[in-house]
């Protein structure tokens, strides 16, 4: 049973970084593809960054280009969000998530993660 736990949530002022992680329990984490969603307020989850089992294939929504980087450590079974010059619009409850299912391929769609992690709130201040 694979669960994922997230942390490094906060308070930041516009224009800082903060590092999200996320821990998976169990075996295979190598063989998931995991992403990053957030829920801000008054909208729907939506995706950010996704990364290949390798972590040699990223992928971002447009808005977090150039300031979000994804990335794993397989060997601790944990993945990464690198937040830079975060703005007050990128305040909500981000969620990792675990693509179980093959194949094993980026997806930008919720309904291709079968496990989620309860979420880590932030909040950028302006």
């Known amino acids: 049973q694979v669960q994922l736990v997230e942390s490094g949530g906060g308070l930041v002022q516009a224009g800082g970084s903060l590092r999200l992680s996320c821990v998976a329990s169990g075996r295979n984490f190598s063989a998931y593809v995991m992403g990053w969603f957030r829920q801000t307020p008054g909208k729907e989850r939506e995706f950010v960054a996704a990364?290949?089992?390798?972590?040699?294939?990223?992928l971002y929504v447009d808005s977090v280009k150039g300031r979000f980087t994804i990335s794993r450590d397989n060997a601790k079974n944990t993945v990464y969000l690198r937040m830079n010059s975060l703005k007050p619009d990128d305040t909500g409850v981000y969620y990792c998530?675990?693509?179980?299912?093959?194949?094993?391929?980026?997806?930008?769609?919720?309904?291709?993660?079968?496990?989620w992690g309860q979420g880590t709130q932030v909040t950028v201040a302006s």
């Open positions: 998530a675990a693509r179980l299912v093959p194949p094993a391929l980026m997806s930008q769609r919720q309904a291709d993660y079968s496990k």
């Open positions: 990364t290949s089992w390798s972590g040699y294939s990223e």
